[in-house]
């Protein structure tokens, strides 16, 4: 985690904190997501792969919610309604696949695609800005992820 400073991130563009309250939301999806999914996976390697996922996106969201702050704005403290929806809507598909495990990881990795270029985008449109840094090492962490996520999928379909 990067040490955050008042000198190096206060006065963040508007529009940079609108950026940073975006992946706020995503990462507290995020690990909600791997948390839920981690109760209804039977493989237990893979249970700790998810709690450790959640985990780490908890200190993303809690890392993001201090450049918020420290730019005088109030950081969310939960993420979006949409993201509930696509929680609920793994629960049900879970509860109907013959696989319970494969249909996780691939909701999992649905959701990985949507933070990966989430990431992506803002960081073309903060480059440059003091939090570049900040957001490009949380970027690896996520990309990396993602790429595991994937690679767990298709190990599982063989």
């Known amino acids: 985690m990067s040490i955050l400073t008042s000198e190096n991130v206060a006065n963040l563009a508007d529009e940079t904190v609108s950026k940073l309250v975006d992946l706020t939301r ?4 995020s690990s909600k997501g791997f948390s839920d ?13 998810f709690e450790e996922q959640s985990r780490i996106r908890s200190a993303n969201a809690a890392e993001l919610q201090s450049l918020v702050s420290i730019n005088d704005n109030d950081p969310p403290e939960e993420g979006s309604w949409l993201a509930a929806m696509h929680r609920s809507w793994l629960a049900v ?4 696949s013959s696989n319970d495990d494969q249909a996780v990881l691939e909701e999992a990795e649905r959701g990985e695609d949507y933070i990966k270029k989430m990431y992506e985008d803002v960081l073309k449109e903060t480059a440059g800005s003091a939090v570049n840094d900040i957001l490009q090492a949380q970027y690896a962490g996520v990309k990396k992820t993602h790429d595991a996520v994937r690679d767990l999928r298709d190990a599982m379909k063989s």
Not at 93 to 96: P, S, Y
């Open 26 to 29: 995503a990462n507290l999806d």
């Open 37 to 49: 999914a981690a109760k209804t996976l039977d493989n237990q390697r893979l249970k700790k792969v």
């Open 93 to 96: 598909r879970t509860a109907l």
